[in-house]
């Protein structure tokens, strides 16, 4: 089955910079791959899914990219702001022929002013 | 905005106790899952319902686990005898489709086994 290793535990940054977290799966190339938002005891939120014949998905500040050679997907998040502060989940398919996600273990984002 | 729900909120439940884990799912959803959280750690597949019967199971699920349909908006997962390393986060999520859509989860139900 899948591995997905996100980088680091935690990412401090501050204010107005640009926020990059990485994703980086083992197996074989999912069909798509999806980003989370998970704040302290609650659910993961749905950020942007990115298909593997796409290279980037934008949406407002945040920007998603996919490469299948490297096994690996980008997420930044440009203008960071401390509301932006969370930890990030890294989401794709199971097992070839599934389609339910598994997740990695996420990074936490914290965005200083 | 149409929203996943679950109840309760929390629960604490003595190790042997049965335990049943309610969510409504969002309502022209055809995908049901639920996930669970230890703390600390990642967020990991139970178990995914379709059509009234289970799609894919992980190996998690075992046979102390069982999910239900009852009728046509609740969704329920029960864990027949607990066991202390059941305490966790348990998620319910729906989605519109198969694959590659997203999933909405609801706020959780916190499982605390004692």
């Known amino acids: 089955s899948q591995k997905i290793e996100q980088n680091s535990e935690a990412l401090n940054i501050q204010e107005g910079k640009t926020a990059t977290l990485t994703c980086n799966y083992t197996?074989?190339?999912?069909?798509?791959l999806q980003w989370y938002r998970q704040d302290p005891g609650r659910g993961p939120v749905f950020l942007l899914l990115?298909?593997?014949?796409?290279k980037e998905k934008r949406k407002e500040r945040l920007k998603v990219t996919f490469d299948t050679t490297l096994k690996q997907s980008l997420f930044h998040i440009t203008a960071s702001q401390p509301a932006d502060s969370a930890t990030y989940l890294c989401?794709?398919?199971?097992?070839?022929?599934?389609?339910?996600?598994?997740f990695g273990k996420g990074t936490m984002l914290l965005v200083s002013p | 905005e149409p929203e996943v729900t679950q109840t309760p909120s929390h629960q604490v439940t003595q190790m042997g106790q049965e335990v049943i884990l309610r969510c409504v799912p969002i309502?022209?959803?055809?995908?049901f899952y639920w996930y669970r959280q230890i703390l600390g750690q990642k967020v990991e597949f139970l178990v995914s319902?379709?059509?009234?019967?289970?799609?894919?199971k992980s190996e998690i699920f075992d046979d102390q686990f069982s999910v239900e349909r009852p009728d046509g908006s609740n969704f329920t997962l029960k864990i027949r005898s607990t066991k202390l390393e059941d305490s966790a986060m348990y998620f319910c999520?729906?989605?519109?489709?198969?694959?590659?859509?997203?999933?909405?989860f609801g706020q959780g139900t916190r499982l605390t086994v004692v």
């Open positions: 197996n074989y190339s999912p069909a798509y």
């Open positions: 989401a794709l398919d199971i097992e070839i022929g599934y389609s339910t996600l598994t």
């Open positions: 319902f379709y059509n009234n019967e289970i799609s894919e």
């Open positions: 990115i298909r593997e014949n796409e």
């Open positions: 999520a729906s989605s519109p489709g198969q694959g590659n859509t997203e999933a909405f």
């Open positions: 309502s022209n959803h055809l995908y």
